[in-house]
């Protein structure tokens, strides 16, 4: 169960439907507060995003890119953690997610532990750059 904190909502953006739900169903069922988007601009235009403790990010987005929100989300003075996750793996994009501040990487398909354990260590402050595959 995640520690009680000003911050605890998670913020999806994802653009397959069926992920979403997933990784929706998945979190809610752990007791996380979410708000799912299917794309950055949806994010950027509904959304809030200083109330969110952690992001769960597809880096590979119709329109602006995971790595292009996260850049907007920071030049916004927006630092929260984020948790990107890929199914197209490769080195090169590795790297890139690898240069990006409080950030957790993960690849298509993960097993369900390791996204709740990167949610939880996000939410917990979890500083410096952090890779799961």
């Given at each position: 169960?995640?520690?009680?904190?000003?911050?605890?909502?998670?913020?999806?953006?994802?653009?397959d439907?069926?992920?979403?739900?997933?990784?929706?169903?998945?979190?809610?069922?752990?007791?996380?507060?979410?708000?799912?988007?299917?794309?950055?601009?949806?994010?950027?235009?509904?959304?809030?995003?200083?109330?969110?403790?952690?992001?769960?990010?597809?880096?590979?987005?119709?329109?602006?890119?995971?790595?292009?929100?996260?850049?907007?989300?920071?030049?916004?003075?927006?630092?929260?953690?984020?948790?990107?996750?890929?199914?197209?793996?490769?080195?090169?994009?590795?790297?890139?997610?690898?240069?990006?501040?409080?950030?957790?990487?993960?690849?298509?398909?993960?097993?369900?532990?390791?996204?709740?354990?990167?949610?939880?260590?996000a939410?917990?402050?979890?500083?410096?750059?952090?890779?799961?595959?």
């Open positions: 169960m995640p520690k009680s904190r000003t911050r605890q909502t998670v913020a999806i953006v994802e653009d439907p069926s992920v979403r739900k997933a990784l929706q169903r998945l979190l809610r069922l752990a007791g996380f507060e979410l708000q799912v988007f299917p794309s950055a601009e949806v994010l950027l235009e509904r959304g809030t995003p200083d109330v969110f403790g952690c992001f769960i990010i597809d880096i590979d987005l119709p329109g602006m890119s995971g790595f292009e929100l996260h850049e907007a989300l920071a030049e916004a003075g927006l630092q929260a953690p984020t948790i990107f996750m890929t199914a197209y793996d490769d080195q090169s994009v590795r790297e890139c997610a690898g240069r990006k501040t409080n950030s957790i990487y993960l690849s298509k398909p993960f097993p369900s532990a390791a996204l709740l354990d990167a949610v939880t260590r939410l917990g402050g979890a500083n410096g750059k952090d890779k799961e595959n």
